[in-house]
């Protein structure tokens, strides 16, 4: 399938030099005397990499065929972190230095979503919250509300966040998993 | 947010105005609905019924020279189509200025001086202008696709701050007289976007009736259809004196001045 520059908008997975890029940001742009031409930022979805495209009016791009699936959690061997896709059941790797930042979160039978290449998975995806037991913090200091105090917590996954003081070890708080943020505690 | 923006809109208006009346500028009314709106192988007019929604007030302001008048202006609505994007609406404003006997260089300094007085109006300063040759940012035996291509892509984002650019090549003349190997016409950016149009004004019908076949027959190969021949246009222009003449995009020029990221900002009910 091919997409013509009207259809442009972000998100859009296009292949150029066999690269799957996502664009990320687009405009239309006419000089005064000239024809139209619509610019674009597009994410090398393989590196990360951003680049600047600039394509004509009724210019043409290759969809990039890919395949959004839903997968869990299973284990890490040091080099890859292995998925299970829940509608083939087939086991899926990615190599954990492409997942460095979102690998901190993940648990057995955590739902994700991977962007899957051509057969190559790209991109996973975590759920935007997660829950999880608090393993280590300071004791409680219960009655002390003084806005904004926190104090460091080690959870259950791995991750430390900061969550405010009257949170004890062995609660559940529920964390953003795109600012890292705590956002609450999760009464039982 | 909203109705500030309307707000500084209305007082860059106010300034216009004020800055108009000081030189002698005469404020002119021509008609929107017109028989031809276009002149130019990519303006795509707004079509109603037979006739169409000008694309500028270019034709009729001349036809206002040819009667007489010397230094004129207009703020109006100008339609094109096929033309959405954050500077881009179907519907927008347009300031045009014209001024009998002055050249390019007149109508830059005046430019120059009115966005001033207008940044002032609302507070800001758009700092001090660069004037640059096109010749200087852009290879002139580029092919038009070429040209164009590279233009936006790379010359245009370079252009920051307040810049005059003039000098283009003589096949974007549109209805700019052509002096050797250039069109006497200039653009004026603001950070890389494009606010105003300016040229000293071919007043040779003939001249202009060879523009329009070749670009009705580049328009033709296009699948586009031609422009149609406005015969009070041409009669009109071979009888206007010398005189150079500026377009404004006045929503653009709002939208720079207050720090907007879209031409959306700083317009109401535009939804066409």
Redesign the interface.
Known sequence: MMYDTSDFRNGLKVEMDGNPFVMVYF???????????T?TKLKNMRTGAVI???F?TGEKLQAADVDEVNANYLYEDGTFAYFMNQESFEQVAIPLERIQEEKQYLTENLDVHIVVFKGEPLIMTLPNFIESEITYCEPGARGNTAQGASKPATLACGVTVNVPLFIDQGEIVRVDTRTGEYVGRVKE | MQAERLLQRASVVRAIRGWMDTRGYREVHTPALVPSAAFEEHLEAVRVGPAFLHTSPEMAMKRVLAAGLCRIYQIVPAFREEEVGVHHTREFTMLEWYRVGAGTHELMDEVEDLFATCARAVGRDLGSFRRVAVSALQDPSLEPDAWFHRWVETVEPSLTGAVIVHGYPAWQSALARIRGAVADRFEVYADGVELANAFAEETDGSELRRRLDASNAARSRAGRPGHPVDAQFFDAVSRMPRAAGIAVGLDRLVMVLTGSKSIAEVQVGREL
């Open positions: 405009q239309f742009v006419k000089p005064g005397k000239g024809t139209a031409f610019r600047e495209r600039t004509r």
